[in-house]
């Protein structure tokens, strides 16, 4: 199956090592991915605040592009997936809206129709792939590994979005964790946000909330958490020295990108999904696989 990709900003800056792992990851797969290297930001969620018209038109034009190679869209990141769902709901709903943002992008000859599919890998998934297709994929199980899911804020809220899931108990990457041979843990902040948004105010609270969510993972016996977000990474791992300082006591937490535990379990090495580039050295996980 092909997908139009839209890797979002992070994952082709500062958390570039998810970019690699998707495209290697959706190969083993059997996914084909035409990334759209014209399409630009999301505006992640201040610029809507500030410029309403300009954010739905900005992400308008990401879901045209795949409309005009008529693709279904694939994310891998959560609040640019949230952002394309509610500029697609405000395109369909308000026709005025539509017309603005159309003649907008007709000046470099792009017109959305409204039919385009969006879907993060992690749905792509379940999905596409299908539960039994992914267990026939995995080569080396990942047994002995116990895993704590962080989904983050903008994958499963607000529920409006998000109607074929629970948004207070997604389960999708514990069923998942199952499939890959390693073992999910439950605690609590695994759907609660992970500040990132929040770092632009006030640096603090985010390191104080993030802080919170990462103990529990320990507390509860993870030796990893996974992430569906970009974003939640780089607050998870990016920061995690800032946040042991703010604690005073270490946390050293492996995080890893959703698509870098899938690789694990397919039979891909560390270097080949680039686990060296974390902050929190996650290459400890791949010991003795």
């Known amino acids: 199956m092909k997908f139009a990709y839209y890797p979002g900003c992070s994952a082709r800056s500062t958390c570039a090592e998810l970019n690699v792992a998707t495209h290697r990851v959706t190969a083993r797969l059997g996914l084909e991915l035409l990334q759209l290297e014209a399409a630009t930001c999301t505006g992640a969620r201040e610029l809507r605040a500030i410029d309403p018209l300009a954010f739905y038109t900005l992400n308008v034009r990401i879901l045209a592009l795949a409309d005009k190679a008529e693709l279904p869209l694939m994310t891998v990141c959560n609040t640019c997936t949230l952002n394309l769902l509610d500029a697609h709901a405000a395109f369909a709903q308000d026709a005025d809206l539509a017309a603005q943002v159309n003649t907008r992008l007709a000046e470099e000859d792009l017109h959305y129709s409204g039919a385009t599919r969006i879907s993060h890998f992690l749905w792509v998934l379940f999905e596409n792939i299908g539960e039994e297709r992914l267990r026939q994929l995995v080569v080396k199980p990942l ?14 809220r607000p529920p409006q979005r998000y109607g074929f899931v629970d948004s207070r108990n997604n389960l999708a990457i ?7 041979g390693c073992r999910p843990i439950d605690y609590g902040g695994r759907t609660e946000c992970c500040g990132f948004h929040t770092a632009a105010h006030d640096e603090r609270i985010a390191l104080k909330l993030t802080g919170q969510h990462i103990k529990a993972a320990k507390t509860a ?27 005073g006591e270490k946390l050293d937490m492996p995080v890893l990108h959703l698509p870098q535990l899938v690789g694990l379990a397919l039979g891909m090495s560390a270097r080949e999904l680039q686990i060296n580039r974390h902050v929190v050295d996650a290459r400890r996980l791949t010991a003795g696989r």
Request: proline share 4%; with cysteine.
């Open 143 to 156: 047994r002995g590994m116990t895993v704590a899911a962080f989904y983050g804020c903008h994958i499963t």
């Open 174 to 180: 514990e069923k998942l964790a199952d499939i890959l």
């Open 221 to 247: 016996g993870a030796q990893t958490m996974v992430t569906p977000c970009p974003l939640c990474h780089t607050v998870l791992d990016g920061f995690q020295r800032e946040i042991e300082k703010d604690m």
